[in-house]
């Protein structure tokens, strides 16, 4: 008796907790959770068009919720991660793209989910070609990824993707201490798979800023 009334009350809890995330709390983490299992554990052969369907999904969240950043940032992350798995010429309209979406979500909440439209956008003006080509802008790159750090000096990925421009701009001695917080982050619930995979990534890149 005791055993039903406790797991009536774990699935009233859990129950509520759903109601309280909401339909588009939900959306964005399952559109996160497919991104993670796409990035970190599918084979880079599959990536594109499993990024493909992934982008479908993402803009029918989009489109079912109209005035909130939360999609369109995960919206922007699926299609910039589309563009670097397909390369080449078609990958920049694809990237234009993903910048119209994350400053979109810019104008209607700056700071969602920790400040990510920020960082977002910062990598891809650091690692997008410059004029002619493309849009590519490393002192806005900068800007961004630090605006992003304001909002969550602790994150996982605001440390690591500053520490990469950092690295990347001939400046890798100064990423050292920022690599060295993405590793000690605290984890994110729900994103195991993007923890360990960014982490694997801020210990390669560490190595490789401390060689240089």
Known sequence: MNRIKLFGAALGLLLSVAAWAGPVEQDVAQLQQAWDVIKYRKPAAE????????????????????????????QGIIVSSLAGARGG??????????????????????????????NSLGVLYYKVPGWPLGFGDKAKAKDLLQKALAVN????????????????????????????????????PGRE????????????????????
């Open 47 to 74: 990536q594109e068009k499993l990024y493909e369907q992934l982008a479908q999904k993402a803009a029918a969240v989009v489109a079912a919720n109209p005035n909130r950043a939360e999609p369109l940032i995960w």
């Open 89 to 118: 010429v078609g990958a920049l309209g694809l990237v234009k793209q993903a910048r119209a979406q994350y400053e979109e979500a810019l104008k209607i909440a700056p700071d969602a989910l920790n400040g990510s439209a920020y």
């Open 153 to 188: 000096p602790d994150g996982i990925d605001a440390n690591f993707f500053f520490a990469e421009y950092l690295v990347e701009t001939g400046h890798a001695a100064d990423a050292v201490p920022y690599l060295e917080k993405a590793i000690a982050a605290p984890p994110r």
């Open 193 to 212: 798979i993007a923890d360990a995979g960014r982490r694997d990534e801020a210990l390669q890149l560490l190595a490789r800023a401390r060689k240089s």
